[in-house]
């Protein structure tokens, strides 16, 4: 099986710690709805990665969203209850997307699939960030758990078909809906010598 490294919402195989922490978007001008709670409408750590990875693998290159390279394929097989944002394979470029209204937002600043001494390895120096209409968002780390990921022929993430059960791990964020109309999302990953980042342009559409 082949897995390539990638960030900001593909990077193969990061392991991260404070699993559990929530992601809380800045309160001042940071352009997300207020929720219920601070769970409200958040998936737990094994969801998030084995939905993710699998939307990340389920599409052949020249429209997978890891190697995206202006936001086109952005709407491929999203879920209805959450929008996946990805990264690159270690590249930065600029995305437009629109997203629709009312679902919240999920993507990871630095991910990893493997052993868990690849995360552990990865981690010891992953850092990252996310910035929404200027200002910083949290996010969480999650150190690491097993999950199932499914992957389609042809595509740049697994470079394999089929089910496997692999090690996942990274630094994510979960964002509410965002309010109809324009926000920027700035999005950087590092570890060691291998870096990514994506500045997204996203319309939200009122309903």
Known sequence: MKIRTVGVGLTVV??????????????????????????????SSGTLQSRWWTWASTEPEPTNPVDDQNGRACERNQPQDVWFLAGTFGTHTER???????????????????????????????????????????????PGEPIEVRSAAGNPVTGTTGRFT??????????????????????????????????????????
């Not at 991260?16 to 940071?30: F, I, K, N, Q, W």
């Not at 992953?126 to 999650?142: P, Q, R």
């Not at 109309?181 to 990514?196: E, K, P, Q």
Request: with cysteine; charged share 20%; proline share 7%.
């Open 14 to 43: 990061m392991l991260a710690a404070l699993a559990g922490c929530g992601t809380r978007p800045v309160s001042e001008g940071g352009g997300a709805r207020e929720t219920g709670g601070a769970a409200e409408g958040r998936l």
């Open 96 to 142: 437009t997307c629109t997203v629709p209204d009312g679902v919240p937002l999920a993507f990871p600043l630095l991910n990893r699939l493997g052993e868990p001494a690849d995360c552990a390895g990865s981690m010891r120096t992953a850092e990252g960030s996310a910035v929404l209409d200027g200002e910083k968002v949290a996010a969480d780390t999650y």
């Open 166 to 207: 692999t090690i996942a791990c990274g630094l994510w964020v979960q964002l509410p809906p965002l309010a109809p109309g324009r926000h920027t999302l700035t999005i950087r990953g590092r570890s060691g010598d291998f870096s990514t980042g994506v500045d997204y342009a996203l319309t939200v559409e009122s309903a």
